[in-house]
């Protein structure tokens, strides 16, 4: 369903007294964090990139491919953890991309210009 009929399902589900919602509101921020990961990793993949190091390209692919594998395991851990009630969904949802937001910020910071 498009994000526009998803947010009136969850606020019609809400006024009828609907309790857990949470996943619904996953899956709503989930449409916007995915694009904004996309740009934090290839932040990350151009710093990782950039470095030459004594062991050839093979060694930044093996850390850039890690990464990711990384930042996909700990997305799904906070789908799950965001899809239980009584947490806050968005918190949960945004986790991932600020944690590797930082990690791509400080990696961009300390490339050799």
Known sequence: MPSGELLDFISISKKRGVKNL???????HKRTSLPIATYILTIIAVALSYKKRRGGTGVNLAIG????FLYIFFLKIS????????????LYVWFPNVVFGLIAVYLFRNVRK
């Open 22 to 28: 949470n996943s619904y509101l996953v899956e709503f």
């Open 65 to 68: 491919v890690g990464i990711m």
């Open 79 to 90: 789908e799950v953890l965001g899809a239980v009630a009584g947490v806050n969904s968005l």
